[in-house]
């Protein structure tokens, strides 16, 4: 019975509740990602050089983890959802079972594949011999990555994201830790070395991860097949192969979407390798200069990447979570529903991401010195990034809608046509030397833009979302700007007697305090708006107390 209370529980998570859920763990997620990557870059022999070398190998990692495993929560979830809305326990767990062998031979297949070629890859691919180092120790991770996406995948459709974020925060934690203390344990070393060293901690992390969801899955077993054995409506009527066709017909579309995704990033680290290599040709006279400045200008680029996807592992949060919310809803037809939590997710995303953009323009060259002390240099790629950041998290907004209305392709179809411009753009925009790494934050601007244009025109015609371009843009804009200027100011004066860190942290505290107020005063939460977020009406009684809201 203690099993099926836990069920039952998490079935009963709201939609808020899982969104906060998965905001807190992707922040702590990304908060701990920023801490080891800031500290190895700032150990001495690593550098922008051997994050240049930690960043290549993983791009070629995270491609074949895409073939195996990526977008593939997000299918079993829809699946589920959508068998569990109508009382199908059974066929909700067939769909699990299947996928959970299909997807763990793939990612066993592409495991074996990135090992065994990982020579062939740094050296004919990458032009960087060295990097084959990282992509070996990575190689066991894509198996066990596969098999963790399926259960995530599921329990998500059973209305719970605690196996997501749970396992999710874990990863990161050992992560963290391990990758510290392998890059230290290598000091001296060739920093290919280096690099390699701190990418076995990822294997073994996902190794303990996957450890985890196993246990979690185990000790809610006999909740499953409870709430299977006390099934009333008829199981899904479906061969194995029409269940396995079903499964790859949704994940097919979207694992291109998130491999066109990851082949963007892909794109940057091939073009980027070989591009400022020929920029720099007739200015550096070595091959092994070049090489060097290859990585330095990959790493600098890759260190700004890991700044801006703090915000936006926050607004994510979202797509992850709207997904089996709007699929469950579109199957017993509930379209109110799906109107008001694709509505709010978007505007909630403008709220949490323009004043992140303001602040990181604000702040770009304190906040570089602040976490980066040894490697300061990349402020104006920082600045010039935030406007990706606001595509892209208006866009996990738009995809999530899109993925629940089962248009699964047309994301893929948009990136895919974002990717042919972006290569267009770094192969002519990097290899001149007066441009270089610039034209991978052009051609990723670019990208993002093609996505939000083409992504936006099918979902309005899946549904007309209520959105108020005063109040749930304007509004959040002015707030975000005079936000940015107050923290701006607020550095330049306290700099010259406090110091950069003192100054910074005062000047990013000042600006979410006079943020919060300004988003309070122009009253850009609704009743309703407020009533979303998790304790809702608690924090909307004390709104009314304070005279801010009136009852």
């Not at 610039?438 to 990208?447: E, F, N, P, T």
Request: proline residues 3%; charged residues 15%; hydrophobic residues 50%.
């Amino acid at each position: 019975m203690e099993a099926q209370d836990k069920i039952k529980k998490e079935k009963g998570t709201s939609f808020m509740k899982n969104v906060a859920m998965l905001m807190a763990a992707q922040i702590l997620i990304k908060i701990l990602g920023f801490v080891y990557r800031l500290v190895i870059i700032n150990i001495e022999g690593f550098g922008d050089i051997g994050n240049g070398y930690y960043d290549a190998g993983y791009t070629v990692y995270s491609l074949l983890l895409t073939l195996s495993s990526v977008g593939i929560p997000t299918v079993i979830s829809k699946l589920v959802s959508e068998r569990v809305a109508i009382g199908d326990h059974r066929g909700a767990y067939r769909i699990f079972q299947t996928s959970l062998k299909i997807f763990t031979a793939i990612g066993a297949f592409f495991s074996i594949a990135l090992f065994f070629g990982a020579d062939l890859i740094a050296s004919k691919i990458l032009n960087v011999p060295n990097i084959k180092y990282v992509l070996m120790v990575l190689a066991p991770a894509i198996m066990f990555v596969a098999s963790s996406s399926v259960i995530r995948g599921y329990f998500a459709g059973l209305g719970s994201q605690k196996a997501t974020s749970v396992s999710q925060t874990l990863e990161q934690f050992f992560n963290c830790v391990l990758t510290i203390t392998f890059v230290y344990l290598l000091v001296g070393k060739d920093p290919a070395i280096m690099a390699a060293g701190g990418n076995v901690s990822t294997t073994l992390a996902i190794l303990i991860s996957f450890t985890y969801l196993y246990i979690f899955y185990r000790r809610r077993k006999k909740g499953i097949m409870f709430d299977c054995e006390e099934q009333t409506v008829p199981q899904e009527d479906k061969t194995p192969g029409k269940l396995i066709k079903t499964i790859f017909a949704i994940s097919i579309p979207m694992t291109i979407g998130s491999l066109i995704s990851v082949i963007n990033s892909m794109i940057d680290t091939v073009t980027i390798s070989n591009c400022i290599q020929t920029a720099f040709s007739g200015i550096l006279s070595t091959k092994a200069e070049l090489e060097a400045k290859a990585m330095e200008l990959s790493g600098l680029l890759s260190k700004v990447v890991t700044i801006i996807h703090l915000p936006l592992a926050i607004t994510g949060a979202f797509c992850t979570a709207l997904v089996p919310a709007i699929s469950s809803a579109i199957s017993v037809k509930d379209y109110k529903t799906v109107n008001k939590r694709l509505s709010f997710s978007f505007f909630a995303s403008l709220l949490i991401i323009l004043p992140c953009m303001a602040g990181l323009i604000a702040l770009a060259g304190p906040i570089l010195k602040l976490i980066y002390p040894n490697a300061q240099s990349g402020e104006k790629i920082l600045v010039l990034s935030t406007i990706t950041m606001i595509f892209c998290s208006i866009n996990y907004v738009i995809e999530g809608g899109l993925y629940g209305f089962g248009k699964v392709h047309i994301p893929a179809i948009a990136l895919g046509v974002g990717a042919v411009v972006k290569l267009i753009m770094n192969l002519w925009l990097i290899s001149n030397p007066n441009i270089n790494i610039y034209g991978a934050v052009y051609s990723s601007i670019a990208c993002q833009v093609i996505l939000f244009a083409i992504c936006m025109y099918y979902l309005n015609k899946e549904i007309k979302l209520q959105i108020s371009f005063k109040n749930h843009i304007l509004k959040p804009a002015i707030a975000s700007g005079i936000m940015g200027a107050l923290a701006y100011f607020a550095y330049k004066i306290l700099v010259n007697v406090a110091g950069n860190a003192i100054s910074t942290i005062t000047a990013i505290a000042l600006g979410v305090i006079s943020y919060v107020i300004l988003v309070l005063v122009m009253k850009m939460l609704t009743k309703e708006d407020i009533y979303m977020i998790p304790f809702g009406t608690k924090i909307y009684s004390v709104l009314v107390k304070l005279k801010i809201y009136k009852e």
